[in-house]
């Protein structure tokens, strides 16, 4: 039952992203006896180049090197097939790291949180957001290289707004969501 419980949860975040091309597949087996619930594959409908990228949960490697405090999720991309989809697509660069990090103070805030990011990066913004559930100072920390902070707060949020902080010289302004 865990593991349907984290298909659905998959499902949805992916829903709320946007993403309205997924299959899902109960046959997929990925080959590796170390995976320990959900395994995925990453196609270009586009192209019969086959999978470009392929990964899954495997909880009980970290336990293998002394850290039962892990859950762990991989992935690995085909380089070459990667590299061909965007020569055929015509792109020749991919934009740098860092620019915003997206934070959330809460849970409840973390969906919003997780579309805005998906927002920004279809308009080609480098986007950081920390899906683990770290606490605001935490996330501010990690965010600490990069430009731009938009943070989701519920008082803000209550009134449609985020607060957006420029992490150079540390001033932040309450923008509208609309």
Same mark, same amino acid.
């Given at each position: ?9 998959? %499902? ?21 006896? %170390? %995976? @320990? ?9 586009? @192209? ?55 934070? %959330? ?38 965010? =600490? ?7 989701? =707060?519920?008082?803000?949020? @209550? ?16 923008? @509208?969501?609309?």
């Amino acid at each position: 039952l865990d593991g349907w419980n984290e298909l659905c949860n998959l %499902y949805d975040s992916l829903k709320n992203r946007g993403t309205d091309n997924i299959r899902i597949n109960f046959g997929i087996v990925r080959g590796l006896d %170390y %995976y @320990s619930g959900i395994v995925f594959e990453a196609f270009d409908t586009t @192209s019969d180049l086959g999978a470009l990228v392929g990964g899954g949960r495997y909880d009980s490697l970290p336990k293998v090197f002394g850290r039962d405090d892990l859950g762990a999720t991989g992935v690995a991309g085909g380089v070459e097939r990667i590299i061909l989809r965007l020569d055929d697509q015509g792109i020749s660069s991919i934009p740098a790291a860092g620019g915003i990090s997206i934070l %959330y103070v809460n849970d409840e805030l973390k969906p919003h949180a997780i579309n805005c990011a998906s927002k920004l990066r279809q308009l080609g913004v480098a986007v950081n957001i920390d899906l683990t559930a770290k606490s605001l100072k935490k996330q501010m920390e990690n965010s =600490a290289d990069s430009k731009f902070c938009v943070i989701f =707060a519920p008082k803000e949020f @209550s009134e449609k707004q985020v607060v957006l902080r420029n992490m150079t010289d540390r001033t932040e302004k309450q923008i @509208s969501l609309d």
